[in-house]
């Protein structure tokens, strides 16, 4: 890291609060200038002077305290930092950034910045998986909020699931992607093709598979971060996409790859992470087929293969492939990037990454093998990111 960055860490109540006293010494050891705010729920948790100690600045709790040496306090500290992070955010803090409230210093200047935000949610996993949190946390996915994990594990209320705030060391890593990496793709357009496909056997009736879509989202957000401009081709699934120059749904994989077709003469990297089908009904029912007692046979015919269409294609975009593998995962990696002639290719094993919040990869190029450590998906998609950076453009060569 060579220039000196400003962040303004904002903290709200919650017990993982403790652990961001970790994470702000870690913030500042990378040369990192932290700014704390605090609510007044999080100084119940932990107090002012740990953060004044750790940052050496100070910690401003109120907006008419800060008023005392500023005179717009909301506007002056969220103009003199390059990112505003909140960790932890709790259930309450997230209601009001997705309904634009300012009845505080940290939401007041979160509505006033002219900054990137990022946020790490932190609660009971009832709260985070209540349907109120999730329609929040969406609209914030739209308003371009990032959102760093959490993660599924124990907590504090002794309870297991979602809900807690990623570890200091993921929460640097983050950081670091969003505030660093912000212009390697800049005027780059970036397409990415995210989800399962669905292959209708009669009216009602499909074939799909597993895929969650939660890798290709988070590709896309990487991607966006990155400076690129991004286009998100994606079958069906249940999340809120992120602010993307262009979405489009699809269903099927015919459909998928005419989207792709059509977007790929403005694409310079494509990144395939779709799951897509490989067969297809040869005949699609027009009506729902009616149960008898005796075998049914339903021929399947290939599906299009998407990335090896447009990686064969004349003057093809730098193009990155998934694997997704269940048993010897680095042989077959290896066979598909050369059947398929990718200058990278990322691989997985399924039964680790279908639906997790975190997986462990392995990245295949020209020059071997390289482990992505097990991590959030969203930390995950920016190593790819800047991995795709390191080979791009050397984008002319075909895989041997
Ligand atoms: N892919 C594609 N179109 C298909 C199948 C796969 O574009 N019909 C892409 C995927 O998006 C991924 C890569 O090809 O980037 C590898 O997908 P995967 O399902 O792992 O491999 P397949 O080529 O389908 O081979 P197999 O299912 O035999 O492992």
Redesign the pocket.
Known sequence: MTEKKRLLLGITGGIAAYKIAEAARLFTQEDIEVHTVMTESACHFVGPATFQALTGNPVYTDLWQASAMQNMPHIHLSRKVDLILIAPASADFIAKLANGLADDLLATLCLARNCPLLIAPAMNRQMWENPATQRNLSRLRQDGVGILGPAYGTQACGETGMGRMLEAPALLEALRNAMFSDKLFSGTRILI?AGPTFEAIDAVRGITNRSSGKMGYAIAQAAIESGATVTLISGPTCLTPPAVHQFIPVIS?DEMLHAVQTTTPQTDIFI???????YRAAQIQPQKIKKTNTALSIELIP???????VSQSPNPPFC??????TEQLVQ?AQI?RR??KLPL?VANLVQDAIGADESELILFDDNGKHLLSKAAKIVQAHRIIQHIHTLYPQSGHLVS
């Open positions: 093709t994989a395939s992470v779709a799951a897509v089908a490989d599906a299009p293969d998407i990335l090896q269409t990155v492939g998934f694997a997704a593998e077959n598909k059947k398929k290719l």
